[in-house]
């Protein structure tokens, strides 16, 4: 199994992840700029008519492309459960225990119903206990301490938390870019 390819713009910035038959694609439109990391993959394709030949590419596990990159519209990476909890290590916010991912909760530390936005600084992970324990109050109205503060994780820190199988050379090359206390 080939995992997913780092791809970055032409100035070296991570874009996001791709799989490896973009990568092919990109590849054979000589689109690819450069090459960073240890890793490469040799793809197999088909048989030439003319030749006999059976073709290939290799692929580098981080590459650099020349192309209009979309980036995230307001500089927020998308907020999911998983990601959420992957930022604060799966630990509820709350009571500073740990759990796994699904007895976890999304909290909100302004209640939506409250005027509180569905966004990465306020949101936090809970367990179900404590979610229900502080209901629909802020933590200081429940008596509740807050043990992070909640942060948006910038393109580098969400492109970690996003994907489960990095290699090493695309994580070394992410935490470059990510904040120093992020993944310590």
């Known amino acids: 199994m080939i995992p997913s390819i780092l791809k970055l713009d032409a100035g070296g910035l991570p874009v996001g992840w791709i799989r490896w038959q973009s990568a092919v694609t990109l590849y054979a439109r000589k689109r690819v700029c450069w090459e960073a990391g240890a890793e490469r993959f040799r793809i197999s394709g088909g048989l030439s008519s ?3 030949q059976r073709s290939s590419v290799e692929i580098g ?3 650099a492309v020349a192309d209009r990159a979309r ?3 307001a500089g927020a990476p998308m907020l999911t459960n998983r990601t959420l909890f992957q930022r604060d290590r799966n630990l509820c916010l709350y009571c500073g ?3 796994s991912a699904s007895v976890l909760t999304r909290d909100h530390v302004i209640p939506v119903s409250r005027g509180g936005e569905n ?9 179900e206990r404590c979610n229900h324990r502080k209901a629909d109050r802020t933590p200081e109205e429940a008596g509740m301490k807050l ?3 909640p942060y948006t994780p910038n393109l580098a820190e969400y492109l970690i938390l ?3 199988l990095i290699l090493a050379d695309q994580m070394e090359f992410l935490l470059n870019f990510a904040g120093k206390k992020a993944f310590a």
């Open 147 to 149: 043990l992070a503060v």
């Open 50 to 52: 003319v030749t006999g």
């Open 61 to 63: 596990s981080i590459i």
């Open 162 to 164: 996003s994907n489960r």
């Open 119 to 127: 966004v990465w600084i306020n949101c936090v992970t809970a367990c």
């Open 71 to 73: 980036k995230f519209a």
């Open 97 to 99: 225990r740990q759990f």
